[in-house]
């Protein structure tokens, strides 16, 4: 059994978590903790708080006792808040914090459109413009050319995770350009466990969204590789190594 860790804030789609432990069909558990969420905005000030350390930290010994063998924080915005190097310092303390390797939903982002071979990304987001811009740069800090941002100017993770299929195959349309190699949905608060074979099947192309990369980046801080094709083009690379 392969133990993963994810440090999830507050309530909006962790229930990605599970379906994707079923969609895995494998000896893998996932383990979410939440932390606290504070103030529920996508404003820059309410993220940096949100991924402080203290915040984090507060959830760490309960994910030590389920014996996870990685832990990642499973919040984009509330890591590519800090920046390209204040984000690998928000991990490295988690690191420290746990005695696990730690890594987060932004970094799995980049690690991933790595994998796919993906260099120019679309990208999909919930958020207001600033904060989706902060993603691109992100991004872009991380050697992926950006060509294109849609947000859909959403302030509070909880509308976010009251959204359901229509909308957010409405965003992804929206955001994809021809040149794109992949089309990116930042955002953990999201629903989309169930929807990446349908979305990669109507932009064609790789889907990455933000819980599916966040479960992926545990799997490879763990050193476990699963073919599920049923978690998009992200889970058929090889190596494939399958217990």
């Not at 050319?145 to 299929?165: D, F, H, P, S």
Request: aromatic share 6%; charged share 20%; proline share 4%.
């Amino acid at each position: 059994m392969t133990a993963l860790g994810f440090l999830y804030p507050g309530h909006s789609a962790e229930d990605d978590y599970p379906r994707i432990e079923q969609l895995l069909g494998s000896d893998i558990r996932l383990d979410v903790v939440h932390t606290d969420i504070g103030t529920d905005a996508h404003r820059v000030d309410a993220l940096l708080e949100m991924g402080s350390a203290a915040r984090l930290a507060a959830g760490v010994e309960e994910l030590r006792m389920t014996g996870a063998e990685s832990v990642v924080w499973a919040c984009t915005s509330g890591s590519f808040v800090h920046g390209w190097e204040g984000a690998h310092e928000q991990v490295r303390t988690l690191a420290r914090t746990a005695g696990l390797p730690a890594s987060s939903t932004s970094f799995a982002f980049v690690h991933a459109a790595q994998e796919i071979g993906a260099g120019r990304v679309a990208v999909a987001a919930t958020y207001p413009d600033d904060v989706a811009g902060l993603f691109a740069d992100f991004l872009r800090a991380g050697g992926i050319e950006v060509l294109q941002v849609r947000g859909a100017g959403i302030i509070t993770a909880a509308e976010v995770g009251t959204w359901g299929e229509e909308e957010v195959f409405t965003l992804a349309r929206a955001a994809d350009t021809p040149d794109a190699e992949a089309v990116l949905l930042p955002d953990t608060a999201l629903h989309t466990a169930t929807h990446i074979p349908a979305l990669e099947k109507e932009l064609g192309k790789p889907v990455l969204t933000a819980n599916q990369v966040t479960v992926w980046e545990a799997l490879r801080l763990a050193d476990r590789r699963v073919n599920a094709p049923t978690l998009g083009a992200l889970f058929t690379k090889e190596p494939i190594v399958q217990v």
